[in-house]
């Protein structure tokens, strides 16, 4: 079942994430307790992330909207790349996170919109 598990972690990140971004995670988590980070490593990829119930598309802009209303820019700014690479457009993600001003306010969309124009235009 473990062997199963660390197969669908590899693919997941393999499928989804940019390798440097995990590395780097797993890095940080591992200096500090290596077993929780292979524990937190196996959840979010390999039963959350691996999950087929919404699109990865709809799971990185709902990622968006949370990060955007927690004002999270290191995390946003991934998840947008992620999203660009799952076909979201520009005027979708600007979207999602205009919408979260209702929850956030207008301070966290306006530094998650600046966020997402900056790795947007890096992008292009």
């Known amino acids: 079942m473990q062997e199963n598990l660390d197969d669908v972690v590899r693919k997941t990140a393999t499928e989804r994430m940019t390798e440097q971004r995990v590395a780097n995670l797993q890095e940080l988590m591992t200096y500090f307790d290596p077993e929780l980070a292979a524990d937190i490593g196996g959840f979010i990829l390999g039963k959350l992330y691996s999950r087929s119930v919404i699109p990865w598309k709809t799971r990185q802009l709902c990622a968006i909207a949370a990060l955007s209303v927690l004002y999270r820019p290191e995390q946003l700014r991934g998840h947008i790349i992620y ?18 001003a209702i929850y956030g306010g207008f301070p966290a969309a306006i530094e998650a919109l600046k966020v997402a124009k900056e790795v947007i235009e890096q992008r292009v």
């Open 83 to 100: 999203a660009l690479q799952a076909g979201a457009t520009k005027e979708e993600i600007g979207e999602v996170i205009v919408q979260m």
